[in-house]
Antibody
Framework: QLQLQESGPGLLKPSETLSLTCTFSGDSFSNSDYWWGWIRQPPGKGLEWIGSMYYSGRIYSSPSLQSRLTISLDTSKNQFSLKLSSVTAADTARYYC???????????WGQGTLVTVSS | QSVLTQPPSVSAAPGQKVTISCSGSGSNIGTYFVSWYQQLPGTAPKLLIYDDNKRASGIPDRFSGSKSGTSGTLGISGLQTGDEADYYCATWDSSLSAGVFGGGTKLTVL
């Protein structure tokens, strides 16, 4: 069973950079088997895929966010990170990290962390 | 506007069966596997179905998935009040090179 936990600041001002880290752990899993992803959910709205990364370094990012988005993976620390620059109120959401064995499919999720962008 | 189209809401009585549709196109559902997620109020999404029709670990056989062409369907039989949740479909889209989710369907068990 894979466990994931997001961490990062809960409140940001417009134009700042959002930095989140996902720490994953579990028995009998191999870093090389998983795709790692970030998904967000604005209050009262649906899920939005942000980006995914494989241990090999292959990255896919949402076309609407890729100009502001940096995703990285540190397998030695079992951590997966997101940086989103120039945030606005529209980036206010609960951010989830997730892992899965297939691109675009997420079998394990973190509990999510709420990020609010407000001046 | 989501790439995958789901009905905003469905409802049925306890014990009945309900289906939730997920309509896409050739660049997503028509090519890639569909997965389904359940999100109970105030919790993170949970994988129910992967690879179109395979139940995730621990998911009861009341939940089923199917796909035909560019549409996927989630079926829930023997409805329980505890099934009240939002349900999302997801897949990969080759035109966007991106993961895509449906807009979500709220299930009410009357």
């Amino acid at each position: 069973q894979l466990q994931l936990q997001e961490s990062g600041p809960g409140l940001l001002k417009p134009s700042e950079t959002l930095s989140l880290t996902c720490t994953f752990s579990g028995d009998s899993f191999s870093n090389s088997d998983y795709w790692w992803g970030w998904i967000r959910q604005p209050p009262g709205k649906g899920l939005e895929w942000i980006g995914s990364m494989y241990y090999s370094g292959r990255i896919y990012s949402s076309p609407s966010l890729q100009s502001r988005l940096t995703i990285s993976l540190d397998t030695s620390k079992n951590q997966f990170s997101l940086k989103l620059s120039s945030v606005t109120a529209a980036d206010t959401a609960r951010y989830y990290c997730a892992g899965g064995l297939r691109l675009g499919e997420f079998s394990s999720w973190g509990q999510g962390t709420l990020v609010t962008v407000s001046s | 506007q989501s790439v995958l189209t789901q009905p905003p809401s469905v409802s049925a009585a306890p014990g009945q069966k309900v289906t939730i549709s997920c309509s896409g196109s050739g660049s997503n559902i028509g090519t890639y596997f569909v997965s389904w997620y359940q999100q109970l109020p105030g919790t993170a999404p949970k994988l129910l179905i992967y690879d179109d029709n395979k139940r995730a670990s621990g998911i009861p056989d009341r939940f089923s998935g199917s796909k035909s062409g560019t549409s996927g369907t989630l079926g829930i039989s023997g409805l329980q009040t505890g099934d009240e949740a939002d349900y999302y479909c997801a897949t990969w889209d080759s035109s966007l090179s991106a993961g895509v989710f449906g807009g979500g369907t709220k299930l009410t068990v009357l």
